[in-house]
């Protein structure tokens, strides 16, 4: 999640062991001090349970649960990041190994067609090794380009920068100015993978109303006028973690043939149908709860489901 808690110095050297190793030494050192904790009878903080009750509409057992995960995943997707920065290029070869597609098949038809595609993760999970797996795997020799607004997230950019290493042509690119989504477009037109995230706030342009668990939810969605201009295919994904390695699970690929506003809501629908999937299928690894509030309109409520009921409905963009 966008602000992830401090790593102590013991956690940051876990980021030297192999995948399987760090992320298993990190739950189990977890288990042992949440045990101490019960002990010495020290009570949890709920964390986004309140969050996941409302949202999701889940009971405060499991919401409770998954917000204990969802602090887990905060620290090992910065072990993660640490691990991208500091490990050598072998060891960052067989991390990206343990990484599996689900369905490698429509990838390899895509990468095949040798025609511009966009991919469109969300940011969950290790999402910039997945990158990197699909980088390699699947369109070795190609250049990506990572779109954003800003150039001041300084660690993220040494962490993407370093996937050089394992020859993958990373580039960046600002998209605040008209010629610069154009320059994307000509790098489009020239091979180069574009990297576009699909759970962008609305803030960041051409935002999109898609509705998500009964809430207005809007996110920005340029993607689509990105994917005309160049004749893209459009690829939406999701990583998730698991002890042993990651996993990409591929959304519905589509192109975009015109600019009528049916068939930016049939788009826009598509890629709100693989959002809420990604996030129904495991909301403790969305990075981007903390910004809940930059999604929905300031009147959006939603109301307190917990088992003992009956509560004042929350304000959660407020």
């Given at each position: 999640?966008?602000?992830?808690?401090?790593?102590?110095?013991?956690?940051g050297h876990l980021a030297g062991l192999p995948l399987a190793w760090r992320r298993r030494i990190l739950q189990s050192a977890l288990a042992a001090r949440d045990l101490a904790g019960r002990l010495r009878g020290r009570r949890e903080g709920t964390g986004f349970a309140e969050t996941f009750q409302g949202v999701l509409r889940l009971p405060r057992r499991e919401a409770l649960r998954?917000?204990?995960?969802a602090y887990r995943h905060d620290l090992a997707s910065e072990i993660e990041w640490c691990a991208l920065h500091r490990r050598p290029v072998g060891a960052i070869l067989r991390d990206i190994a343990r990484v599996q597609v689900t369905e490698p098949a429509v990838m390899e038809r895509v990468a095949a067609t040798g025609r511009p595609v966009i991919l469109?993760?969300?940011h969950m999970g290790a999402y910039v090794l997945s990158l990197a797996c699909l980088m390699v795997r699947y369109f070795p020799g190609r250049p990506m380009l990572v779109l954003r607004q800003r150039d001041d997230m300084a660690m993220e950019t040494e962490v993407i920068e370093r996937l050089r290493e394992v020859d993958v042509d990373v580039r960046f690119l600002n998209v605040s100015e008209r010629a610069d989504f154009l320059s994307a477009v000509r790098f489009a037109q020239k091979g180069a993978v574009i990297v576009v995230f699909c759970d962008l706030a609305p803030s960041y342009g051409a935002p999109a109303d898609m509705p998500m668990f009964g809430l207005p939810f809007r996110f920005a969605f340029g993607t689509d006028t990105l994917a005309r201009l160049t004749g893209a295919t459009v690829v939406p994904l999701a990583t998730t973690m698991e002890d042993?390695?990651?996993?990409?699970?591929?959304?519905q690929p589509f192109e975009v043939r015109g600019s009528a506003p049916e068939e930016r809501a049939a788009v826009a629908g598509i890629m709100r149908r693989h959002i809420q999937a990604a996030i129904s299928s495991r909301p403790e690894q969305w990075h981007l709860w903390p910004s809940?509030?930059?999604?929905?309109?300031?009147?959006?409520?939603?109301?307190d489901n917990s088992p003992a009921g009956g509560g004042a409905p929350q304000d959660l963009a407020a």
């Open positions: 999640m966008s602000t992830a808690p401090h790593i102590p110095w013991t956690y998954l917000s204990r995960l469109a993760p969300l042993h390695g990651d996993t990409i699970s591929l959304g809940l509030a930059d999604y929905l309109p300031s009147s959006a409520t939603v109301q």
